[in-house]
């Protein structure tokens, strides 16, 4: 594909549930990042992958969210136990240099996943 | 630490006028600064950026933005809007913090073009 695709488009589910968000990436980005969006706000740091390591989960907001990248591609982010305040738009970006690389490359962002928290 | 702040949520100009949207930063050490534009239904699109060298950055779709370090500020310019540069617009600040590029974006500015 050519650019950062993201599934569910959508994704409607009641508190409680665990919900799971996909993410891929521009083949060959070695970086991937997990930002989230509420409603009239920018778009915030969630967490950061080089290839498969998680290098930075600073910005989850509590252990009820998990990402992985288990072969450094696709990242699912996992959100358990869902809760009203969860919902928001969850955005996916991937950049080409890993770290230590030009951390100037420009982050391509994925459409997002509106997620509704019933 | 790092933040942004964009003057106005909401900015209206007349086709053809010029669009200015304003945006300030903070950052403990050299910013690498960033427009994104947003357009209904679509991912965060990169307009422009600053990373080192000459402060007036041009980006696509005839946008500038220049560096000004002693205001701290990342100004977004076009000289003559079209009703396609309708959309929403954040700033965004990073460092080289960890190796990775941390994007800290402010909180939009939904720009709006009158025919």
């Known amino acids: 594909g050519a650019g950062v695709s993201q599934s569910p488009r959508y994704k409607v589910t009641k508190r409680g549930q665990d919900v799971a968000l996909r993410c891929d990436p521009i083949?060959?980005?070695?970086?991937l990042y997990w930002y989230r969006q509420a409603l009239g706000q920018g778009p915030e740091f969630l967490t950061y992958?080089?290839?498969?390591?998680?290098?930075?989960k600073s910005g989850l907001p509590n252990d009820r969210f998990s990402a992985e990248r288990p072969e450094g591609s696709i990242s699912t982010l996992t959100i358990q136990r869902t809760e009203q305040r969860d919902s928001a738009m969850y955005r996916c970006?991937?950049?080409?240099?890993?770290?230590?690389?030009?951390?100037?490359?420009?982050?391509?962002f994925g459409p997002g996943t509106r997620l509704t928290v019933l | 630490a790092q933040s942004v702040t964009q003057l106005g949520s909401h900015v209206s100009v007349s086709e053809g006028a010029l669009v200015l949207l304003r945006c300030n930063y903070s950052?403990?050490?050299?910013?690498?600064l960033f427009w994104y534009v947003q357009y209904p239904n679509q991912g965060l699109q990169l307009l422009l950026k600053?990373?080192?060298?000459?402060?007036l950055v041009k980006g696509i779709n005839g946008f500038e933005a220049e560096f000004k370090k002693s205001e701290t500020s990342f100004h977004l310019t076009k000289p003559s809007a079209h009703m396609s540069d309708a959309a929403e617009y954040f700033c965004?600040?990073?460092?080289?913090?960890?190796?990775?590029?941390?994007?800290?974006f402010g909180q939009g500015t939904r720009l709006t073009i009158n025919p």
């Open positions: 970006a991937s950049s080409l240099a890993g770290q230590g690389g030009y951390s100037t490359d420009t982050q391509y």
């Open positions: 083949s060959g980005h070695v970086s």
């Open positions: 992958f080089n290839y498969e390591a998680q290098q930075d």
């Open positions: 950052s403990s050490v050299p910013p690498y």
């Open positions: 600053y990373t080192t060298g000459a402060t």
């Open positions: 965004a600040v990073s460092g080289l913090i960890q190796g990775a590029q941390k994007l800290v």
